[in-house]
């Protein structure tokens, strides 16, 4: 009897690696609640106050041409998404220079072919994520100009000073000149706020051309040439046309009066 259990169990399947089960709630919907209206303290008179001022809003048009290599022949683009990263944004006190940096972060969905026939051609569809950098500068017009004060100009002084003369000169005479024993300057510094950028929007316009795609030679990703519809073709470089419009803010924390009322 016992040999027969024995047999019994080893035929029955194995136990799983967890034994996890969902917890299951009755009801997924919050429940809603009351709320009610509260009237904000307000300090009633004039004040000063520091805040962020808009200096300028502008919009800053970039044209770029890059040129992108695939790592495998393309049969066609299916898709391109398009990210703006800016990296610097920097206004160039005082003057009203404002220099840009960063890139466009660029996802291509691809079909690569694995396999053909002279009437169809069955393919992978890839992605390529790529950055394409970009640096400019560009002259804002201002809104409010932005606050801005020199340092004082670093200015020299010296002392008077009466010193004996050494050994073959009258007694009664003296050296008068200034005193070289020390020096004495008067300067400063001024600590201005540094202004800062915003996005608001970016706009892509774009051209994609194919650099080396010949109708009827088509490869596969191991790069073998496979059959194919004669109108098939593919390619592995794109050259790129594109316009990015960049809309932002530049601002400045500065000291404003407000009267505050209720």
């Known amino acids: 009897m016992s040999e027969k259990k024995n047999e019994s169990k080893s035929h029955e399947p ?4 967890f034994n996890y089960k969902p917890m299951k709630t009755k009801n997924a919907l919050s429940p809603k609640v009351g709320n009610r209206r509260v009237e904000p303290d307000v300090i009633e008179g004039k004040s000063t106050v520091k805040i962020p001022v808009v200096l300028a809003e502008t919009v800053v048009q970039l044209d770029l041409n890059p040129t992108i290599q695939f790592p495998e022949p393309v049969l066609e683009i299916k898709n391109i998404k398009k990210n703006l990263k800016i990296t610097q944004c920097r206004l160039l ?3 009203n220079k404002l220099f840009l940096a960063g890139f466009i972060r660029k996802n291509i969905q691809y079909a690569t072919p694995k396999y053909g026939t002279k009437d169809s051609v069955v393919s992978s569809i890839r992605s390529l994520t790529i950055d394409v950098p970009f640096k400019a500068v560009t002259d804002v017009d201002y809104i409010r100009k ?20 050494p050994d073959g000169f009258s007694s009664k005479e003296h050296l008068l000149s200034a005193d070289l024993s020390q020096f004495d300057q008067y300067s400063g510094e001024e600590f201005n706020e540094l202004p800062y950028c915003e996005l608001l929007s970016s706009r892509f316009i774009q051209y994609d ?14 790069g073998d040439f496979i059959d194919a519809p004669f109108e098939e073709g593919t390619f592995n470089s794109i050259e790129e046309k594109m316009v990015v419009e960049i809309k932002l803010k530049v601002l400045q924390k500065q000291q404003l009066n407000v009267d505050s009322k209720k």
């Open 209 to 222: 051309e194919a650099l080396d795609r010949k109708m009827g030679r088509v490869q596969n990703y191991k």
């Open 14 to 17: 194995a136990p799983p690696y």
């Open 93 to 95: 006190l005082p003057t």
């Open 146 to 165: 932005p606050q801005f004060a020199y340092g004082p100009q670093s200015q020299e002084f010296t002392f008077f000073t009466k010193s004996d003369l």
